[in-house]
């Protein structure tokens, strides 16, 4: 199960905003190489292993485009 979501399309790019990419001590994100339906170009998730769910992509994000799973959260937290 994806612990990680990026809603493409919400997302207002990594060039308008990245706060999800600075905000990632991990590096979890890096730019995509595509285009969304926009012209943005969101991130993508390379290294969903180190992602430690501390949540602040979902929590930073202004367009509510970063999901963080709730049951690898719930996991987690254990």
Do not use: H, W
């Amino acid at each position: 199960m994806d612990t990680l979501r990026i809603y493409d399309e919400l997302c207002k790019g990594v060039e308008e905003c990245g706060i999800c990419i600075y905000v990632c001590k991990e590096e979890v994100f890096r730019p995509s190489e595509t285009l969304n339906q926009k012209g943005y170009r969101p991130p993508v998730i390379v290294n969903e292993d180190l992602c430690t769910q501390c949540e602040n992509c979902m929590i930073f994000c202004p367009d509510l485009a970063v999901v963080v799973s709730e049951k690898k959260r719930k996991k987690g937290s254990k």
